[in-house]
Nanobody, 120 residues
Framework: QVRLMESGGGLVQAGGSLGLSCAAS????????MAWFRQAPGKQRELVAK????????NYADSVKGRFTISIDHATVSAWLQMNSLRPEDTAVYYC?????????????WGQGTQVTVSS
């Protein structure tokens, strides 16, 4: 069972920056993709940023383009999300996600989430 552990959440003022990290318990090179999602109170979980390893490109939600950057460090089996120019609407629980195919079967993994609160 793959485990993902997020860290780095907290309280920040609008316009500030915050970095999130996600430590994986398995070799990230075996994953199909890694991503960050978020869920605000009363809203559905939404994709924030994703890297599909076979494509080596990153995709971002329109609301965070130009402000957030996702990166992967295979050496430390970690994913990172650098968040700049934060806005109150970025307040949410942020989740790390990874998936992989093993013998044709799809596996999806989630972290426990980390709270990000942006004050106005």
């Amino acid at each position: 069972q793959v485990r993902l552990m997020e860290s780095g959440g907290g309280l920040v003022q609008a316009g500030g920056s915050l970095g999130l990290s996600c430590a994986a318990s398995a070799d990230t090179r075996r994953f199909n993709s890694m991503a960050w999602f978020r869920q605000a109170p009363g809203k559905q979980r939404e994709l924030v940023a994703k890297i599909v390893f076979g494509e080596y490109t990153a995709n971002y939600a329109d609301s965070v383009k130009g402000r957030f950057t996702i990166s992967i460090d295979h050496a430390t089996v970690s994913a990172w999300l650098q968040m700049n120019s934060l806005r109150p609407e970025d307040t949410a629980v942020y989740y790390c996600h990874a998936d992989q195919y093993i013998s044709g079967r799809y596996y999806s993994y989630w972290g426990q989430g980390t709270q990000v609160t942006v004050s106005s």
